[in-house]
């Protein structure tokens, strides 16, 4: 089943990642800036690390190790 989250994020600076499952994981991309409301405006999305399916549902603080 097709699935997709997008995830207001905090870490060095203020994004919003976007997840998509594939093969059983969630493929990450940063947004760096504001999401866009317009079609057409582009933002630059840059990949990151994968996560679990359960991290789906995350919502709270990710602390640093």
């Known amino acids: 089943m ?13 994004h919003f990642d ?3 499952k594939i093969d ?3 493929k990450s991309w940063a947004v760096l800036k504001e999401v ?3 079609y057409g405006v582009k933002r ?3 990949g990151v ?7 789906v549902d995350f919502s709270g ?3 640093g190790g």
């Open 2 to 14: 097709p699935l997709y989250v997008i995830q207001e994020h905090w870490a060095s600076t203020y």
């Open 18 to 20: 976007f997840r998509f």
């Open 24 to 26: 059983g994981i969630l």
């Open 36 to 38: 866009p409301q317009d």
């Open 44 to 46: 630059l999305a840059v």
């Open 49 to 55: 690390e994968d996560h679990v399916l359960e991290y």
């Open 61 to 63: 603080v990710v602390h």
